[in-house]
């Protein structure tokens, strides 16, 4: 069972244990089944005979679309190892807090993506 604020997913394979516990939380609390799991903090879940595909594409889709960046094209650079960098750097930023919206929904998805950890971490 995994429970986050108001929203609880229950997993197992015995389908009558599930419906028990469902009925005996539904005794003590006001609740309400929303049947199988399709999305669930920014990951989206789909089901098959095989198993379950765990899939961040929805939520980096809604990041590019908040910094209306869904029509750009991508390049590859590279970032110096050991730089350091201040807030005095460049250009004052337009909108800061949109900046720090994406930095943190960004800092979220190393979760599921290490690999661009480093990066977000220099950026935040």
Known sequence: MSLFVDDMIITSDDIDGISVLKTELARQFEMKDLGSLRYFLGIEVVYSP?????SRSKYVANILERTRLTNKKTINIFIEVNT????SNGLLLPNPTLYRTIVGSSVYLTITRPDIA???H???
Do not use: F, N, T
Request: aromatic share 20%.
């Open 84 to 87: 350091r960098y201040s807030s």
């Open 118 to 120: 480093y990066v977000i």
């Open 122 to 124: 220099v950026v935040s």
């Open 50 to 54: 095989r198993g379950y595909l765990l």
